[in-house]
């Protein structure tokens, strides 16, 4: 799809990595690649992932892509919560200015968690 207004699509996929065995330790980002006519290889156009204090532990969420913007997920983990289970989760929207995906923070918003 294409997200920047070029004329050319976007591929925009979540890219998860476990850093323990036991699998409760993961960093994720959400990567963004182009593919202009005269690239041979695809080209990175934007990294998103963890943001210094943002309580996430480098967990971040894809939850959808269309021509409104890129919509991502990031846990909020309190120091009451266990690793694998916060309480809270933010929803961002990222939309495409000028030449970098920037947070419309206008559109955040606090999403609570329950688990059974």
């Given at each position: 799809m294409d997200l920047t207004g070029d004329g050319y699509e976007e591929a925009v996929w979540l890219d998860a990595q476990a850093i323990e065995d036991s699998g409760s330790g993961w960093w994720s980002d959400v990567v963004v690649y182009t593919m202009l006519p005269v690239d041979v290889v695809p080209r990175l156009l934007q990294t998103m992932g963890g943001e210094e204090g943002d309580n996430s532990?480098?967990?971040?969420?894809?939850?959808?892509?269309?021509?409104?913007?890129?919509?991502?997920?990031?846990?909020?983990v309190t120091i009451d919560d266990a690793e694998c289970c916060p309480s809270a989760e933010r929803i961002e929207v990222w939309r495409w200015r000028n030449t970098r995906f920037v947070e419309d923070v206008s559109q955040r918003r606090i999403q609570r968690l329950t688990y059974d």
């Open positions: 532990n480098g967990r971040l969420g894809l939850v959808s892509v269309d021509r409104d913007g890129i919509v991502l997920s990031r846990p909020i």
